[in-house]
């Protein structure tokens, strides 16, 4: 059984078709459009609202089976990961493993090198864990403002024309999440649900 790496959301005008992995959405969507709706069906990627297209020629198994060689040339499974796990059968010299650490040569002013050395566990370890926090509120920023694309992009397509976008689109980017939810509260309720469903990140406070 495949395991798709993305999953995605089909609209039919305002109504929700169908959510899930590809070849279940790619189905349903082919059954609405051969009931001849009159309707616009847009497709959207759940991680990015990025829109997507299906080939819906032939049958369900040609659908299923062009989604599945599509999937595994976007997303091969093999990667550095397999790699590793398979390179456990050579055996480890002894003493302690290094653990990925490389030596580099940084370049600090001396007082930069006083104060790291000050720190407890020495100049690497403080490194270290500047290093980490940096990381970890770089991501903590990009995932915000990732969701925040992402919701917009979908409001763009399929709210453009229903009250309160532009307040709802200014509230988004305010971070102001009351003030959003209130502008959308009217709204169908599959686009409202989606539009919450995509937001679930682009409210967090800055780290």
């Not at 059968?89 to 003493?95: A, K």
Request: hydrophobic share 40%; proline share 6%.
């Amino acid at each position: 059984m495949t395991t798709y790496s993305r999953t995605c959301t089909a609209f039919e005008g305002h109504r929700l078709i169908a959510s899930g992995e590809l070849p279940r959405v790619a189905l349903a969507v082919k059954e609405v459009l051969a009931r001849g709706e009159q309707a616009p069906v847009l497709v959207f990627d759940d991680a990015s609202a990025a829109p997507v297209e299906f080939d819906l020629r032939g049958s369900a198994e040609d659908i299923v089976a062009r989604l599945n060689q599509a999937d595994r040339a976007a997303y091969p499974t093999t990667d550095a990961t397999t790699a590793a796990a398979a390179d456990t059968s050579t055996p480890r010299g002894r003493g302690r493993p290094r653990l990925g650490v490389v030596a580099r040569e940084v370049t600090l002013l001396p007082r930069h090198w006083d104060w790291l050395n000050a720190q407890p566990g020495g100049a690497s370890v403080a490194l270290r864990k500047l290093v980490e926090t940096a990381r970890a509120t770089g991501e903590h920023v990009d995932r915000r403002r990732a969701a925040q694309e992402a919701v917009y992009r979908f409001m763009t397509a399929l709210a453009g024309n229903l009250p309160d976008y532009e307040d709802a689109t200014r509230a988004l980017y305010a971070g102001d999440r009351p003030r959003f939810e209130e502008r959308i509260a009217q709204w169908p309720e599959d686009v409202r649900t989606y539009t919450l469903r995509l937001a679930e990140n682009a409210f967090e406070p800055h780290a």
